[in-house]
């Protein structure tokens, strides 16, 4: 059973200030690694995808990958009130590993919330 | 380049009854997929279309469940003799073909409320 594993919060963190958010996956054959951002009633955005170790930078968003560890994260820089949201992690495996060709997994989200 | 568009938006039936979503995929992305979503859980997979080969489904996917896409462009999910649990936020999305790991994008989706 492949499984991506956030906790699911709420992550409070007062506006300006750095928030981090975490994924585990068990499947160590994953590739590819993407973080949403969903807010109440709409359907998951697009933020980040990361498909090697290391850092990602997108204006105040990063995402870290450390394959080894099976361990992905998302950092906002600056948080605004407006990036209150839930932030969810998918995760597609490698097609020889047993992974389908299609689906994303995906963790349960983070619900972050920025204070003013 | 339009997003992906859902319809209807939000669809309220009573218990038994046949419901059918719509989804138009962004264009030229011949990969589509559907999802379901409920409350405080992540989107989980339920289908996924190559072009009009449907080349997967999810155990979730019950055999109350269909979905087509008979020319590789926008696709219908049906669901038969809908119950209680059918209840959720029902997505779509696509990406392009040419490499497994494009992200996907999604739809507005259509909320099923089950009366």
């Known amino acids: 059973q492949k499984e991506v594993e956030q906790n699911s919060g709420p992550l409070s963190v007062p506006e300006g200030a750095i928030a981090s958010l975490n994924c585990t996956y068990s499947d160590r054959g994953s590739q590819s690694f993407f973080w949403y951002r969903q807010y109440s009633g709409k359907s998951p955005e697009l933020i980040m995808s990361?498909?090697?170790?290391g850092d990602k930078e997108d204006g105040r968003f990063t995402a870290q990958l450390n394959k080894a560890s099976q361990y992905v994260s998302l950092l906002i820089r600056d948080s605004q009130p407006s990036d209150s949201a839930t932030y969810l992690c998918a995760v597609k495996p490698l097609l020889n590993y047993g992974g389908s060709q299609g689906n994303l997994i995906f963790g349960k989200g983070t619900k972050l919330s920025v204070k003013p | 380049d339009t997003g992906v568009s859902q319809n209807p938006r939000h669809k309220i039936t009573k218990r038994g009854q046949n419901v059918t979503f719509r989804c138009d995929p962004i264009s030229e992305h011949n990969r589509l997929y559907w999802y379901r979503q409920t409350l405080g859980q992540g989107p989980e997979f339920l289908t996924y279309f190559q072009n009009e080969a449907q080349l997967e489904k999810s155990r979730l996917l019950s055999d109350r469940f269909s979905a087509e896409r008979p020319k590789g462009s926008f696709s219908t999910l049906e669901i038969q003799r809908t119950e209680q649990g059918d209840s959720a936020m029902y997505l779509c999305?696509?990406?392009?073909?040419?490499?497994?790991?494009?992200?996907?994008?999604f739809g507005d989706g259509t909320r099923l409320s089950i009366l």
């Open positions: 990361i498909y090697s170790n």
């Open positions: 999305a696509s990406s392009p073909g040419w490499q497994h790991n494009q992200p996907q994008h």
